[in-house]
């Protein structure tokens, strides 16, 4: 999991040279699982629900929300207005992201930036 905390924070950025929080859940899948997401190329952005919405809308039956989070679920958690941010769950109560302003880094999902503003977690089938 090393390899995904410390990427720089790039808006859109889809590479280990920078990623935003979508870019660092597509290298997760494309690296770990062998799965390629959408590049968001075809939606609207991730910092909007809609645009989340869509890309869980397209791929059904592939994602399946759960409310048992196992390692590489993605996590979507509600931000200001229709803003929503991902993450990858790693275990134990934590999870790895990038956001704007920060390198992408471990975090706990107990901490109170983040424990009252997840929507929900997905599994890729």
Same mark, same amino acid.
């Given at each position: 999991m090393d390899k995904y905390i410390g990427i720089k924070f790039i808006d859109h950025g889809r590479s280990f040279h920078g990623s935003d929080c979508w870019g660092v859940v597509f290298l997760y899948y494309k690296h770990e699982k062998g799965i390629e997401l959408p590049l968001l190329s075809d939606y609207q952005t991730t910092r909007d629900a809609d645009g989340i919405s869509q890309?869980?809308? !397209?791929?059904k039956p592939s994602w399946t929300q759960t409310d048992e989070?196992?390692?590489g679920d993605v996590i979507v958690f509600r931000m200001a207005g229709k803003q929503t941010h991902v993450g990858?769950?790693?275990g134990r109560n934590r999870f790895i992201h990038a956001f704007?302003?920060?390198?992408?880094c471990m975090e706990s999902l107990k901490s109170p930036r983040w !424990?009252?503003?997840i929507e929900g977690f997905y599994r890729y089938e």
């Open positions: 890309i869980v809308e !397209a791929q989070p196992m390692e990858i769950y790693i704007s302003g920060t390198d992408s !424990a009252s503003r």
